[in-house]
C-alpha cells in the first residue's frame, strides 16, 4: 500500500497550489489531508470519504481549500487557494480503511491508518 503526495513547492502570500496523492495497493473508505508547521502538531487540514464525496474542511481553510477526490484514478486532490505565510508546513496524506466511517471523524487522526510522505509547502509574506 502506497500513499504518494506531490504537489507542494514555495508561493507567495495569495497564491495557489494543488496537491495530489495517489493511491495504490488497496481502496480506502476515506482519505484526507493533514500538516504539521514548525513548531507545531501535526493538525487535520480536508477529508473526504470515498463512497459519496462527503468532505469536512478545518475552519480556517474553509473557503480557500477544497478538497476532491478521483474515483477512477483512486487520487485525491486538494487546490489550495488564497494561501497565507501560517499555511506553510508538511502536508500529509492519509487514507482510512474505516468502513462507515462519518464525516465529523474524518478530522480525527484515529481513522487514518495509512500514511504517505509530507509534501512541503512555503508561502513567503
Known amino acids: 500500500v502506497q500513499l504518494q503526495a506531490s504537489g507542494g513547492g514555495l508561493v507567495q502570500s495569495g497564491g495557489s497550489l494543488t496537491l495530489s496523492c495517489a493511491a495504490s495497493g488497496r481502496a480506502f473508505a476515506a482519505m484526507g489531508w493533514f500538516r504539521q508547521g514548525p513548531g507545531k502538531e501535526r493538525e487535520f487540514v480536508a477529508g473526504i470519504r470515498w463512497r459519496d464525496g462527503a468532505r469536512l474542511h478545518e475552519d480556517s481553510v474553509k473557503g480557500r481549500f477544497t478538497i476532491s477526490r478521483d474515483k477512477a484514478k483512486n487520487t485525491m486532490t486538494l487546490q489550495m487557494n488564497n494561501l497565507k505565510p501560517e499555511d506553510t508546513a508538511l502536508y500529509y496524506c492519509?487514507?482510512?480503511?474505516?468502513?462507515?466511517?462519518?464525516?465529523?471523524?474524518?478530522?480525527?487522526?484515529?481513522?487514518?491508518?495509512?500514511w504517505g510522505q509530507g509534501t512541503q509547502v512555503t508561502v513567503s509574506s
Open positions: 492519509a487514507g482510512s480503511t474505516a468502513a462507515g466511517i462519518i464525516v465529523s471523524s474524518l478530522g480525527r487522526v484515529a481513522p487514518y491508518d495509512y
